[in-house]
């Protein structure tokens, strides 16, 4: 089966720096996503990583550990707009018979993080 | 450039009645996803359809739910007799996919959901 875990909530304070967790068991692995929700609305891409390693991108860094099936989305100099839920996503790659294979997304719970002044 | 339009953005259908609920994915799309995210939750995918061609249905309840993909037209996620379990938020995503269908390594662009409220 398929299985992401990542906290379900956390709190930091405006202008700090936060690291938000994220492991996976997954079969056909093809890279790994990180999205961002607010409340009622689509979920926006933040990052993403095939690679193992560091991928930073601004304000915000996505790292990958395929050996370990673990990634973190590491956001720092907190704004109170970050508020938000952080969704981790494992793209799967599956057998399709007509073209080689399909992808798709599986995510995680997602984690709501609430920054405070 | 038109993202992924979804709509209705609220739909309120009473236990019993069909639901209707439409993707026009981004220009140039051909490969689009539909996922369900129930209140304080992830989302769930639910079907992943190409032009006329459903390829994935295994998120989706055997029974009530079904999905197309025409030639021509938006993708329809139709559920019938709703239940209020059915309340969720409904999200599609799209994405360009190459020749022949074949996966790529290009990300999911997500529309702004419907929210569909049972009473």
């Known amino acids: 089966g398929q299985n992401i875990d990542q906290p379900t909530e956390m709190t930091a304070t405006e202008g700090a720096i936060v690291q938000i967790n994220c492991t996976y068991q997954t079969s056909g692995f093809n890279g790994l996503f990180w999205y961002q929700q607010h409340a009622g609305e689509a979920p926006t891409f933040l990052s993403y990583n095939v690679l193992d390693g560091l991928e930073e991108k601004g304000r915000f860094s996505s790292f990958l550990s395929r050996s370990k099936g673990y990634s973190y989305l590491l956001l720092k100099e907190l704004q109170m707009k970050d508020s938000a839920s952080y969704l981790c996503a494992v793209r799967v790659t599956a057998p399709y018979m007509f073209s080689g294979g399909y992808n798709k997304l599986i995510f995680g719970a997602g984690t709501r993080l609430a920054v405070h002044p | 450039n038109a993202g992924v339009m979804q709509n209705p953005r609220h739909l309120v259908r009473r236990r019993g009645q069909e639901a209707r609920l439409r993707c026009s994915p981004m220009k140039g799309h051909s490969h689009v996803y539909w996922y369900r995210q129930l209140p304080e939750e992830g989302l769930k995918f639910m079907v992943y359809?190409?032009?006329?061609?459903?390829?994935?249905e295994s998120g989706m309840p055997k029974e009530r739910f079904s999905a197309e993909f025409p030639k021509e037209g938006p993708s329809i996620l139709r559920i019938q007799q709703v239940v209020r379990g059915d309340s969720a938020a409904y999200f599609c995503a799209s994405s360009k996919g190459l020749p022949g269908g074949r996966a790529t390594n290009e990300k999911l662009f997500f529309g702004s959901g419907t929210q569909l409220s049972v009473l």
């Open positions: 359809l190409q032009k006329e061609n459903i390829i994935d």
